[in-house]
């Protein structure tokens, strides 16, 4: 079972996944598109990051994120 992750969703229009860097969080993510790009804007806070806990025995790795954030978007 993967861990349930906090994100944020604001704006309208198609969606765009805001990653933020490591050791930042989603509030990193909010100045990457400008204003005047219509769009959903979904940012997560990745495990151990955030408003997001990191749980014991998850792995901490670029594709254990991709996967986390695969989910999120279905």
């Known amino acids: 079972m993967r861990p349930a992750i906090s994100y944020a969703v604001t704006g309208n229009g198609p969606?765009?996944?805001l990653?933020?860097?490591l050791g930042g969080?989603?509030?990193q993510a909010d100045g990457l598109l400008p204003d005047d790009i219509?769009?959903?804007r979904i940012?997560?806070?990745m495990p151990g990051?955030?408003?997001t806990d990191l749980v014991a025995r998850e792995p901490v790795t670029i594709a254990a994120f991709a996967a986390l954030a695969a989910?999120?978007?279905?």
Do not use: M
């Not at 989910?71 to 279905?74: E, M, N, Y």
């Open 25 to 27: 969080d989603r509030q």
């Open 49 to 51: 990051h955030g408003h």
């Open 19 to 21: 990653l933020h860097g």
């Open 71 to 74: 989910d999120l978007l279905d």
């Open 38 to 40: 219509h769009a959903t």
């Open 43 to 45: 940012a997560p806070d």
């Open 15 to 17: 969606a765009a996944l």
